[in-house]
């Protein structure tokens, strides 16, 4: 079975620019998580999603991130504009059941650099 | 401090020879898992204990969980070159949303011919 998959690899905006990141995860997984890891810090829980419901969005940092999974099957996060402390690796993981008691499945990550 | 702490931050060691890595966290747990992450990829998911597990183990590895002090290792028995990479600990608490893992800073293993 195809793997999580993020596009795209790397991104380099300028500060104040737009950035959309796309997670495909795999098929059939109704949980879709996003989590970032900032300049070697832990990696933290943005939010998660149950189909195309936002089950929980209590790690968003602020409200210039926006989340979507429309149709319940591939997910959008859009940043604007972008800040400078936006850097960091984006990454996407699927389950088929909640995070406690299945395995994440990640995508290798979205490098955003902002400039 | 932060909930799943690993120790040490980063290690070296010879092919052949066992690598410990610990990691300590501060809230109550439903279940521990360690992740495995190569340079430049995802992670990929190795162990999960739950909270009434001690021990456990798959091929080469082994994870042990003491809940009374908060803290679980684990053990890369005769290590590879293909085992370097860093190693995540993410606990999946008993408050808040039990889809929320909550991950460490990771120890980098050095695995060396």
């Known amino acids: 079975e195809a793997g999580v998959t993020q596009f795209p690899s790397h991104s380099v905006i300028e500060k104040g620019q737009t950035v959309t990141l796309r997670c495909d995860p795999i098929s059939g997984h109704d949980n879709l998580y996003w989590y970032r890891r900032v300049m070697g810090k832990e990696i933290k829980f943005l939010l998660h999603?149950?189909?195309?419901?936002?089950?929980?969005e209590s790690g968003m940092p602020n409200n210039r991130f926006l989340a979507e999974r429309t149709g319940g099957t591939y997910s959008t996060l859009k940043v604007q504009p972008a800040e400078l402390e936006d850097s960091g690796v984006y990454f996407c993981?699927?389950?088929?059941?909640?995070?406690?008691?299945?395995?994440?499945?990640f995508g290798n990550g979205t490098r955003l650099t902002v400039t | 401090s932060q909930q799943g702490e690993e120790d040490p931050q980063a290690l070296s060691i010879q092919e052949g020879e066992n690598a410990t890595m610990n990691c300590s966290y501060k809230t109550s747990i439903n279940n521990l898992q360690w992740y495995r992450q190569n340079s430049g990829r995802g992670l990929v998911h190795l162990i999960l204990i739950r909270s009434n597990e001690r021990e456990k183990h798959s091929g080469r590895l082994r994870v042990t969980l003491d809940t009374s002090k908060k803290s679980s290792s684990l053990l890369i028995t005769a290590s590879r070159a293909a085992d370097t990479a860093s190693y995540f600990c993410a606990t999946g608490d008993l408050t808040g949303t039990a889809s929320k893992l909550t991950f460490g800073t990771g120890t980098r293993l050095q695995v060396t011919l």
């Open positions: 999603f149950v189909k195309e419901s936002k089950q929980d």
């Open positions: 993981a699927s389950s088929q059941g909640t995070g406690v008691n299945s395995p994440l499945h």
